[in-house]
């Protein structure tokens, strides 16, 4: 049986030590953090912490997503804030490899992740909140996620107010 | 000027230690609870706590008691969290304890009068709640003071042995009503 965690394109794993480098770099790149809720530069400090705080567990379920082709490391994404009583969960992503961007590997890692939350962790639903732009909007209900809310206003970033969008996904509906 | 912590019926205030004994009752009355997010019997160390740390208002921790302006007498509660200031937002709680005081236009004068001291006080740009979908007495009155149902989170609350969906209402600067 093929694990939850192995997709078409990429591989999810625990992240490790080694990470720390390129954890660091996407978090201080312009392009990768622009709709992200990262808004002060990271330090050192705090990527090096972040990695070692990432033990996969239920709380904080932080993944690699390695490329399967090439083996290399392209982001990171996880589900975290479990509501325990709900069963619910938030997912946050980041590919930081601009060179894979728009190559579905988001799609295929975000799959990954919500595979895992529902088989492994019994999860019922799964949500993530990010400014509207249209690419993550496609990205998501290319998985079946359904659009829930546009919270008007809700984020502050690069000189603008922007809406909000909350999107979902249920037991049942991964596409 | 206007106080800005009073409304027509309700003045805002700190909470003090002597509060405790009514947030007890109402916090363990299933009346009050069910329509909140809390879900475990609450103890009297807990609010005492609650109430010790709500005392140090400021910017990230605005949370009031609210009282009536006729009898100064204590009948909720109503605050601000998460706190942004970047996003100038913030998300609202609200309950009113004393049963007897509802139905009377106080949740909704105590709503108008947090939101226009967020508004005007703290200089908050959007102010956001979720509510259960079904409590249509309370989204009633959220769109009454001016609030948007900006959307609806599927089975996000489980609670009493099934799933609920959640509206998410906001309001923006300019969109409070009075009347």
């Known amino acids: 049986m093929k694990s939850a965690l192995e997709g078409e394109l990429v591989r999810l794993r625990a992240r490790e030590a080694e990470d720390e480098p390129f954890a660091h770099r996407w978090a201080n790149d312009a392009e990768v953090i622009r709709w992200l809720g990262a808004r002060y530069p990271a330090a050192r400090a ?70 895992f939350g529902f088989a492994m962790m019994n999860l019922n639903r799964i949500l993530d909140v990010y400014p509207e732009n249209e690419g993550a909007i496609r990205c998501y209900e290319k998985a079946g996620f359904v659009l829930e809310a546009r919270m008007r206003d809700g984020m502050f970033k690069h000189g603008s107010y922007h809406d909000l969008i909350q999107m979902s996904l249920l037991t049942g509906e991964l596409k | ?118 508004f005007e006080m703290m200089n908050l740009h959007r102010i956001e709640l979720e509510v259960y979908a079904e409590n249509e007495r309370a989204v009633h009155v959220y769109k009454k003071v001016g609030f948007h149902l900006e959307g609806t989170r599927r089975q996000a609350c489980f609670k009493f042995g099934r799933y609920q969906d959640v509206h998410v209402m906001g309001l923006l600067e300019g969109e409070l009503r009075w009347d």
């Not at chain 1, 490329?67 to 982001?75: L, V």
């Not at chain 2, 007897?100 to 949740?107: A, L, M």
Request: a negative charge; charged letters at 25%.
């Open chain 2, 1 to 118: 000027m206007d106080s800005p912590f009073e409304g027509r019926l309700v003045r805002l205030r700190a909470r003090e230690p002597e509060d405790e004994p009514l947030l007890f009752q109402w916090f363990n009355d299933h009346e009050v609870t069910q329509h909140l997010t809390i879900r475990y019997p609450l103890s009297h160390a807990q609010e005492k706590e609650f109430i010790e740390g709500s005392s140090r208002m400021g910017y990230n921790n605005p949370s009031f008691g609210v009282e009536t302006i006729a009898e100064s007498r204590l009948i909720g509660g109503v605050g601000f969290e998460q706190v942004s200031p970047e996003n100038r937002s913030a998300i609202l709680g609200i309950a009113i304890g004393d049963k007897t005081f509802w139905n009377g236009g106080y949740g909704t004068d105590t709503m108008r009068t947090l939101c226009r001291f967020g």
């Open chain 1, 46 to 115: 705090l990527s090096a912490e972040r990695i070692r705080d990432a033990a996969p567990r239920r709380e904080l379920c932080v993944f690699s997503i390695d490329d399967i082709a090439t083996q290399h490391t392209i982001g990171w994404l996880g589900l975290h804030g479990e509501a325990v009583e709900h069963r619910s969960a938030s997912l946050g992503i980041a590919l930081g490899e601009k060179a894979y961007w728009n190559g579905g590997y988001g799609t295929d890692a975000m799959r990954g992740a919500c595979r």
